[in-house]
């Protein structure tokens, strides 16, 4: 089992930045992809950016591309999405999520992600 845990929520601004972190316990030794999703409220949970076990494969949605960027430390078993030039659509619970079984690339499918954090709020006012 692999215990994940976001931080780093909270309300900002348009145009404001936020860095969301995550960290994972609970299976030393494993190597795992990390993804970051979101869920907006009355919305689907939707794919936002996905990192690699060695940090050289990275993808994002193209609603983020260019403004969040997603980075890991696996020194501290940790992620990280930096986020930048932030719009009100972009309001939602955002989710981190480890895949051990295809941790060598990144997908953009939650079914491919095995743990899932709980969840933090990123509210941003107009």
């Known amino acids: 089992q692999v215990h994940m845990v976001e931080s780093g929520g909270g309300l900002v601004q348009a145009g404001g930045s936020l860095r969301l972190s995550c960290t994972a316990s609970g299976r030393p030794f494993i190597k795992y992809a990390m993804g970051w999703f979101r869920q907006a409220p009355g919305k689907e949970r939707e794919f936002v950016a996905a990192?690699?076990?060695?940090?050289?494969?990275?993808r994002y949605a193209d609603s983020v591309k260019g403004r969040f960027t997603i980075s890991r430390d696996n020194a501290k078993n940790a992620a990280y999405l930096q986020m930048n030039s932030l719009k009100p659509e972009d309001t939602a619970v955002y989710y981190c999520?480890?895949?051990?079984?295809?941790?060598?690339?990144?997908?953009?499918?939650?079914?491919?992600?095995?743990?899932w954090g709980q969840g933090t709020q990123v509210t941003v006012s107009s």
């Open positions: 990192i690699s076990w060695g940090g050289g494969i990275i």
């Open positions: 999520a480890a895949d051990t079984t295809t941790w060598a690339s990144t997908k953009s499918s939650e079914g491919s992600y095995e743990y």
